[in-house]
């Protein structure tokens, strides 16, 4: 299963109930973005009623996001 993220894309975590947008990637590695090591991540703003206000932009790994996806705990809904 591929996995395609894009800003704008929405995730919602099946477990809490809450969503997320995806609002930016961007690298976290140095080497630039063809390293075989380049780490990427993405901010997402999570809305639900169980989300602390201060606490809704968070920050996940690419890899992360694509392995809760993978595995349903997520479900991702393209822009």
Request: aromatic fraction near 12%; hydrophobic fraction near 40%; charge should be negative.
């Amino acid at each position: 299963m591929s996995v395609d993220l894009c800003v704008g894309d929405i995730v919602v975590d099946l477990v809490s109930g809450e969503a997320g947008i995806l609002i930016s990637r961007y690298l976290l590695t140095e080497g630039g973005p063809t390293n075989p090591l380049a780490l990427w991540a993405w901010d997402v703003y999570w809305v639900g009623k169980n989300i602390d206000p201060t606490a809704r932009l968070q920050t996940w790994t690419e890899y992360g996001l694509t392995n809760v996806i993978k595995t349903g705990t997520f479900v991702q809904y393209k822009k």
